[in-house]
């Protein structure tokens, strides 16, 4: 089973950015579909973007364009460029991993998942 570890989040104030990456290991990471959630405090745990096996990406409508998904197999890594921060993206980020083929949107879609790295923006 696939081991992921976020890294790259912070303090940054409103129309900061940030990019946030998600080391993996254990596994081949480019068997798997990929995924950027995050929760905020008393919210559920909700879909930022979902990248699939062959690059095809999936983003919430709240992200407006501001947010890009991507991966590097060869590093093991998948990315979230995050520009035009507000303060309602304060969360912690979660980067989830899934075996099975085909973009997942749903938290229940993966079974992998890291421990997450806090985003907070201050306005």
């Known amino acids: 089973q696939v081991q992921l570890v976020e890294s790259g989040g912070g303090l940054v104030q409103a129309g900061g950015s940030l990019r946030l990456s998600c080391a993996a290991s254990?596994?081949?990471?480019?068997?798997?579909?990929m995924g950027w959630f995050r929760q905020a405090p008393g919210k559920e745990r909700e879909l930022v973007a979902a990248?699939?096996?062959?690059?095809?990406?999936f983003y919430a409508d709240s992200i407006e364009g501001r947010f890009t998904i991507s991966r590097d197999n060869a590093k093991s890594t998948l990315y979230l460029e995050m520009n035009s921060l507000n303060p309602v993206d304060t969360a912690m980020y979660y980067c989830?991993?899934?075996?099975?083929?085909?973009?997942?949107?749903?938290?229940?879609?993966?079974?992998?998942w890291g421990l997450g790295t806090q985003v907070t923006v201050s306005s």
């Open positions: 254990g596994s081949v990471f480019r068997l798997y579909a």
């Open positions: 989830a991993a899934s075996i099975t083929a085909g973009l997942k949107v749903t938290p229940n879609g993966y079974r992998s």
């Open positions: 990248i699939d096996q062959g690059g095809g990406t």
